[in-house]
């Protein structure tokens, strides 16, 4: 071949190969392009979903914040000893009347009533329900990864042919909410049912405990476990369950006996989990 085409030739395949290399350097500049693009959209929309959360979470506490104070109105001006009430107990009621201010108002009053004439002086002493602590039906220690209080209640201490103790479910209920905080206002229970049998079987009680949960202290349980349950419990929960309402039946979980431990915790660091659950907190009496 003559030297002239031999130069034109490889002359010819070196433009073709460096054009061959700009179009592959161009389509890589188009692809990172592309990436970019795609990512900051991503990211836009990450932005844009994170802002309309935050939008809603305000409104919605504007909401609640406007609902508080129609509330407070209306209470305080039907009964004068609600204004040393604090807005945080306001919202509950709200809250478990789906920020119904007539209905959230109604259930309020009830509840100051009730607490008047339950406990005159104000709170439950000790020495009121000796008798009941001293058979250690309810422990309270540790919280859950939330930090929300546990509590933890044995069934099978309880007998349904003596006296229920009114007193000692307020006495529990306030001890625990005492440990709650303005950030945190749940409370975890766990229902330990092992050894419970028809002796134990007190469907008043059951029942006046849950009115006492859901009439006044609303919006307070943040979780109930009830573990070890015997088949011939769930001949009493048909009759209980009825009278639960559907915000409370959110929260109940039925656990696994062979999933007790894993199932805790994924709520409970092992560290604050019961001992006699798998974890390494033991039970002391503390009421």
Known sequence: MPFMAITTVSSSLYFLAEDCDQNKLKQ?????????????????????AHQAQQHKATSKGMVEQTKTS?????????DPSSKGVDDSTLRRFLRARDLDVQRASA???????????????GSISPSEVSNEIAQNKVFVQGTDKKGRPI????????YQNKESSEELKLYVLDKIC??????????????DLQGWGYANSDVRGCLAAL??????????????????APYIFMAVWKIIYPFIDNNTKKKIVFVENKKLKS?????????????????????????
């Open 211 to 228: 009115a006492i949960l859901q009439d006044y202290y609303p919006e307070r349980l943040g979780k109930l476990f009830i573990v070890n």
């Open 28 to 48: 890589g500049i188009r692809k990172e392009e592309i990436s970019s693009m795609t990512k900051t959209r991503e990211m836009d929309t990450t932005d844009d």
């Open 107 to 121: 259930m309020f009053l009830k509840y100051l009533k009730w607490r008047r004439e339950f406990v005159p002086n």
């Open 70 to 78: 129609l509330l407070r109105a209306a209470v305080e001006r039907q």
């Open 263 to 287: 199932t805790l915790l994924e709520d409970i660091d092992e560290s604050l989990t019961p001992d006699i659950y798998g974890g390494r907190l033991p039970l002391v009496p503390v009421l």
């Open 151 to 158: 509590m933890v209640a044995f069934g099978s201490r309880h």
């Open 178 to 191: 005492a440990r709650t905080s303005p950030e945190q206002e749940k409370f975890v229970v766990l229902a």
